[in-house]
């Protein structure tokens, strides 16, 4: 499972120019769900990002996670983060997880993340969407479930 976070002062999504997910100041969170990923990459991930000290302290310093700050998060499927590019110039995404497993991971993804924090919304799986954000910082950080399950 892959993440791309970014520390934003709001973000907003939008299917069909209707706006069906935002969040003010937090995280906006892109999600990729792979073959072979299960409920412990989501709760890695999770906890993970949850923690994430990218916010800052009194002192200017990043110390502070999404939590310590009251911040929100906006959670959006992509699918395209598993794109495999090593070959020619039209990416493959044959890694990606089936629709119905990557649409129910990312569904436990944002349960999970919502115990932790005061306001989660979505995108809409599998629809076109246009994201807005303003990226605080700016601050955007790429996570990959493999890594966090590697011993150090």
Known sequence: ?????QRVSHAEVAVDGAIVGSCGEGLMILLGV???DC?????????KIA???IF????GKMNRSVKDIDGEA????????????RHG??????ASAKPEEANRL?????????LELRRVENGVFGASMQVSLLNNGPVTIVMDSDVLKTKK
């Open 74 to 85: 906006l959670v959006i499927s992509q699918f395209t983060l598993m794109a495999n590019y």
């Open 51 to 53: 923690n994430l000290r």
């Open 56 to 59: 800052q302290d009194d002192a």
């Open 39 to 47: 409920e412990e990459d989501a709760q890695l991930l999770c906890r």
């Open 34 to 36: 792979a073959q072979g």
């Open 1 to 5: 499972m892959k993440a791309v976070i």
């Open 89 to 94: 110039n039209r990416p493959d995404f044959m």
């Open 106 to 114: 990312y569904e436990y993804f944002t349960e999970l993340l919502r």
